[in-house]
Structure formats: structure tokens, C-alpha cells
């Protein structure tokens, strides 16, 4: 399954490349915006997945919002995720798919199109980049990259999250980056680039394909309690390989 659907993210993202962004509308709460752009990635990637299963339900974050029936299997889909990095031609936006059943994520895949970096990941088999296994790193904070958000949801509040972790990393890590797509900098974990990433707020087809991705490359990712992430309604997550992770909770909890 998982190579079926990165195969419609390569197809579908190359044509993003070449996309206008279009017209810009704001979405709901601050500097939330959704272009033409997504808009049309959000229908090819629809009409493409129903060839991938035709019974699946398509739900996308640019659409009214579907309940998907119990037993019932579908596709979480953000056809661009890092929509303001988008924007700003900045050449670090995803198009990210999760294939759900029983409400758990199966099968996934990530695809930037600037890079040509496809990864892919199905439950129990593994996580890929461009078909190659990846693993998460051992590196703890305290010799790590951290990746931390707050363009998502209240603002307030996402910056009250995220201050007391951004000095204790800026004193105590090896540096902070901040990647404007959350699929993305989760994929990142995975494959062992950067270690550990937290955001107070965000939506399921932020982290739905990501989360299963970073789990099978060996790292951890739950909502800021430490809990399972829903896939129904918006959460703060932190991820991280298994150190990286102790480490971030602890900072979490702490401040
Ligand atoms: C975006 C995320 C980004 C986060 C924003 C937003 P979009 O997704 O991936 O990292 O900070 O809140 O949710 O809206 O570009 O698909």
C-alpha cells in the first residue's frame, strides 16, 4: 500500500513545482491561509487515491470536514503542508497522506517535491526515504537539533509553550530550527537529521502520516501528555528518537 500512495505524492507533487500559488485566502485564526494551489493539489490527490482504494473516504484540510463512519477506511490528506513556506517559495512544503483503518494510521507517505524526497512507511514494515530504510538517531538534546513551531492555533498560548523549551535548547543543544511544515520537520526525525520537535497546536493531517513514519523508523511521537495523538481533533505533539523524546516531556512537564 505505502509504495501505491507515495507514488501518487510523487506524481501529484510534481505538478506543485510548476504551480502558481494563486489566489491567497485567509482560513480561520491568525496568518492562516489556503491558496489555489492547495485547493488543486487537493483534487488531483482526491481522484488519484480513489484509484489506490475507490471505497476509501477522502478527507483533506482544505474541505468541509467529513465524519468517516466506524469501519469505514480513509485517507487523511494535507495537499500542502508548510502552506506558508508555500507562499514564500521557500521550497520546504510536503504533500502528506495517511491511509487509516479501525482509526489507526496503516500506511503513509510524505513527498517534497523540491527535493524529491519521498518517504513512505507501513505498519510493521519499516520506514523509507526514496525506498532506503531509515532509523531515527541516539542523540539526546544535549547533542541534538530541535525543531520547534508555533504557527499553528492560539497564538498566546503556543508561545507560552514553546518560549521556556526554545531557552532551554538555545543554552543546551546543539541548535534550534524551525521548519514551517510539521510533516516535514517529523519526517526529519525520522530520518535522523534533526532529533526532537514539539508544537502546541496542530491538526491530524499535520502528524497523522508523519507520526507513523517516525514510529516505524524507531522514534516517539504523542500529544503533550504523553498520550496517543487523536486523529479527530487538533493536539500539541512532541517527537523525538527515544532520548530526544524522554528529554522534551521532561521539558514540557517541567515548565
Ligand atoms: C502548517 C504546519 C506548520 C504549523 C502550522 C500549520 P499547513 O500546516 O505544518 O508547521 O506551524 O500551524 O498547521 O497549514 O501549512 O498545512
Redesign the pocket.
Known sequence: MFNELGAVLRQTGQKLINEDIGKIDKKEGIH?YVTSADLHIQEELKEALADVDKDAVFVG?EQEHTEVAEGRNYFLV?P?????NFIHDMGL?CLAAAYCKDRNVIAAAVYNPYTDELFTAEKGKGAYLNGRAIRVSERPISNGLVAL?????PREESIKHVLPIYEYCFLNSRGIRS?????L?ICYIAAGRIDAYT?Y???P??YAAGGLILKEAGGEITDLSGAPLPLDRPSGIAAGNLLAYADIMRLIKEK
Open positions: 492562516n484540510e494535507d500542502i503542508d508548510g502552506t506558508t512544503s513551531g508555533a504557527g499553528g492555533g521548519i514551517g511544515s510539521a510533516e520537520a508544537e497546536h496542530l491538526m493531517w499535520d
